[in-house]
């Protein structure tokens, strides 16, 4: 009669192996999951539930207070230009809730953000402490750049835009009115717009 072997004959596991396997699986899903605390940008269509953000080259910025959509490829409302933030949530326990706002940018001139001929969205940094990214286009004349960041742990978003005009010169902006008009004088400076003329 031949004897049937099923494989070598193993010893049954010791605390020691025990161990070592349970660390493992912790480091693998430690490993696995999102830091909560970390700012992750998101390529594509939001996950914020209800957001318009939903272009496959749109970009979401989440933390683990907050997550804000902004509409790279995606048409933003009423004919704001691209680049504009248009979804923003409140995020609890990790889950990210309902949208909160229609749109929110920069709209020169009374609810007059034309004429465009470009606008670009770049990322500027992404690490698990910050993302910044860079929303920019033309007015007219003018260049406008949104620079919005977002900090691991922060609950709100650091907005800051810049207009420029090189060189510094004068221009005509239609005003309110019939007829009316009046001339801005654009500084180099982000924080100043010196108005004059008629306005």
């Known amino acids: 009669m031949s004897k049937t072997t099923h494989g070598p004959m193993h010893a049954a596991p010791t605390l020691a192996d025990w161990v070592r396997a349970a660390a493992v699986a912790i480091w693998l899903c430690l490993w696995a999951a999102p830091a909560t605390a970390d700012v992750r940008i998101i390529h594509g269509p939001t996950p914020i539930p209800g957001g318009d953000a939903r272009s496959a080259g749109d970009i979401t910025v989440v933390n683990e207070k907050l997550a804000f959509g902004l509409a790279v490829e995606s048409p933003a409302p009423y004919g704001v230009p691209r680049g504009a933030l248009v979804d923003l949530a409140p995020v609890a326990d990790g889950h990210i809730g309902r949208d909160r706002v229609v749109f929110a940018d920069f709209i020169p001139n009374n609810w007059s953000a034309w004429p465009n001929t470009y606008q670009h969205v770049t990322v500027i940094k992404d690490t698990p402490d910050e993302a910044v990214i ?33 060189p510094v010169a004068e221009f005509r902006v239609p005003v309110r009115g019939a007829g009316a008009g009046g001339r801005r004088r654009w500084s180099r400076d982000r924080r100043a717009v010196r108005l004059g003329g008629g306005l």
Request: glycine share 6%.
């Open 134 to 166: 860079e929303a920019d286009r033309d007015w007219g004349a003018a260049k406008i750049v949104t620079r919005y960041s977002l900090k691991a742990g922060s609950d709100e978003i650091h907005l800051v835009v810049t207009v420029r005009r090189d």
